[in-house]
T-cell receptor
Framework: DSGVTQTPKHLITATGQRVTLRCSPR?????VYWYQQSLDQGLQFLIH???????AKGNILERFSAQQFPDLHSELNLSSLELGDSALYFC?????????????FGPGTRLLVL | GNSVTQMEGPVTLSEEAFLTINCTYTATGYPSLFWYVQYPGEGLQLLLK?????DKGSNKGFEATYRKETTSFHLEKGSVQVSDSAVYFC????????????FGAGTRLAVHP
């Protein structure tokens, strides 16, 4: 158990809908990262928050947004969903922002868009 | 740009066989290198890491050495078990990359009794 929790575990929805994925980092970690794992793209970095502020954006679509709240949990919002958004979404956390730090991953949310 | 290349799988081995999964990288500066493992239906777990050249990371019988001269970080284990069956990901971060992990495509390992 990494100490990172994600809810829900599974999500099934329809095209055009909006969903929210939630992540709670390990106790004491200030950084939260979101990654997408799909069969065609592999594991791709989406976005990084540190202590409530956005630090870096990766291959995140404009239809996707995220935030980190004062209690450090984070939410990833996916809107106008398309079939191609079906994937595993992982959250990871680390203590700070150093490139040598280990990122600890949650169990993921599996999203299926029908 | 920065990237990681892993050997394609699947890799199929008998129990107690020697394992090597090749990983090479392209990066500016001095990246940190990681191996993560993903067991079926689970998230990614850190297996080992190395943060500077010639460092050796090791855990649970697995090891990998950060070789700057060959830009490689090959994963090895002397004797694999059925329970090692999983997907293994090589990854890097670097100080100019905002700490995002850049992953290889993953290598599936299947170990048979």
């Amino acid at each position: 158990d990494s100490g990172v929790t994600q809810t829900p575990k599974h999500l099934i929805t329809a095209t055009g809908q909006r969903v929210t994925l939630r992540c709670s980092p390990r106790s004491g970690d200030l950084s939260v990262y979101w990654y997408q794992q799909s069969l065609d793209q592999g594991l791709q970095f989406l976005i990084h928050y540190y202590n409530g502020e956005e630090r870096a954006k990766g291959n995140i679509l404009e239809r996707f947004s995220a935030q980190q709240f004062p209690d450090l949990h984070s939410e990833l919002n996916l809107s106008s969903l398309e079939l191609g958004d079906s994937a595993l979404y992982f959250c990871a956390s680390s203590a700070g922002t150093g490139s040598q730090e280990t990122q600890y991953f949650g169990p993921g949310t599996r999203l299926l868009v029908l | 740009g920065n990237s990681v290349t892993q050997m394609e799988g699947p890799v199929t081995l008998s129990e107690e066989a020697f394992l090597t999964i090749n990983c090479t990288y392209t990066a500016t500066g001095y990246p940190s290198l990681f191996w993560y493992v993903q067991y079926p239906g689970e998230g990614l777990q850190l297996l080992l890491k190395a943060t500077k050249a010639d460092d050796k990371g090791s855990n649970k019988g697995f090891e990998a050495t950060y070789r700057k001269e060959t830009t490689s970080f090959h994963l090895e284990k002397g004797s694999v078990q059925v329970s090692d069956s999983a997907v293994y990901f090589c990854a890097l971060t670097h100080s100019g990359g905002y700490n995002k992990l850049i992953f290889g495509a993953g290598t599936r390992l299947a170990v048979h009794p």
